[in-house]
């Protein structure tokens, strides 16, 4: 990743694109990793976007979490009132995509070269989906988190941009309060809050610090 990179006010740099497109309703794939994180984040750009979310995360184990996390953000889209409709695209679910792309790295802490890898497995799946359905934008509403590396995102989405013909929104949506706002809005819809990344890596993590046990049976069910 480029110094360059590191130092763009990415906030800043998704306002400009959305003042550059006022009066006008671009067309947005925004990936989404789960209801609590998409909260905020459609609050804020459902005004400026015709919006499809694209649900691909093969990263979550077991599927019944998949499953869960998937439930909640429809019932989020179904029940929240945007000033444009919000849709929703549910991508494959196949968790060896993940472990591909992890093997070799399970051991490293999170926030690492297998998180990185993870981005890319669903940030290309994105640029895909989006190239394919004729969208002018693409991103991710995982940069809400405090945990994610939002220069490494938005690197990442810039290169897979010019791969794959799709604008890329820069954005660092926890900035002006957004990842507190999406915690406002999970309590306000009674939304699902996981408190793992996904991964069995992360859930493992997780049990570690709190002191929880789990079997790898129990993990992989």
Same mark, same amino acid.
């Given at each position: 990743?480029?110094?360059?990179?590191?130092?763009?006010?990415?906030?800043?740099?998704?306002?400009?694109?959305?003042?550059?497109?006022?009066?006008?309703?671009?067309?947005?794939?925004?990936?989404?990793?789960?209801?609590?994180?998409?909260?905020?984040?459609?609050?804020?750009?459902?005004?400026?976007? +015709? @919006?499809?979310?694209?649900?691909?995360?093969?990263?979550?184990?077991?599927?019944?979490?998949?499953?869960?996390?998937?439930?909640?953000?429809?019932?989020?889209?179904?029940?929240?009132?945007?000033?444009?409709?919000?849709?929703?695209?549910?991508? &494959?679910? +196949?968790?060896?995509?993940?472990?591909? @792309?992890?093997?070799?790295?399970?051991?490293?802490?999170?926030?690492?070269?297998?998180?990185?890898?993870?981005?890319?497995?669903?940030?290309?799946?994105?640029?895909?989906?989006?190239?394919?359905?004729?969208?002018?934008?693409?991103?991710?509403?995982?940069?809400?988190?405090?945990?994610?590396?939002?220069?490494?995102?938005?690197? @990442?989405?810039?290169?897979?941009?010019?791969?794959?013909?799709?604008?890329?929104?820069?954005? +660092?949506?926890?900035?002006? +309060?957004?990842?507190?706002?999406?915690?406002?809005?999970?309590?306000?819809?009674?939304?699902?809050?996981?408190?793992?990344?996904?991964? @069995?890596?992360?859930?493992?993590?997780?049990? &570690?610090?709190?002191?929880?046990?789990?079997?790898?049976?129990?993990?992989? &069910?």
């Amino acid at each position: 990743m480029s110094q360059n990179m590191q130092k763009i006010n990415f906030y800043l740099e998704c306002e400009k694109e959305i003042k550059r497109n006022a009066g006008r309703l671009p067309r947005l794939l925004l990936h989404s990793c789960c209801a609590p994180c998409s909260s905020s984040v459609l609050e804020y750009l459902s005004d400026h976007f +015709d @919006i499809t979310l694209f649900y691909y995360n093969p990263n979550i184990t077991p599927e019944e979490e998949y499953r869960k996390r998937v439930a909640e953000l429809r019932r989020l889209v179904s029940e929240a009132q945007y000033p444009n409709s919000v849709k929703i695209i549910e991508g &494959r679910y +196949d968790s060896s995509e993940f472990f591909d @792309i992890a093997g070799g790295l399970e051991d490293l802490p999170e926030g690492g070269e297998r998180c990185f890898r993870c981005y890319r497995l669903r940030l290309e799946e994105s640029a895909k989906a989006a190239a394919a359905g004729g969208f002018e934008y693409f991103t991710t509403t995982l940069s809400v988190s405090p945990y994610k590396n939002a220069a490494k995102l938005n690197a @990442i989405g810039t290169e897979l941009a010019k791969q794959y013909g799709v604008k890329y929104l820069l954005s +660092d949506f926890k900035k002006k +309060d957004g990842y507190r706002r999406s915690i406002e809005l999970s309590a306000r819809y009674g939304l699902y809050r996981q408190n793992y990344c996904g991964c @069995i890596f992360s859930k493992r993590s997780r049990e &570690r610090l709190s002191g929880q046990s789990a079997s790898e049976t129990e993990l992989l &069910r």
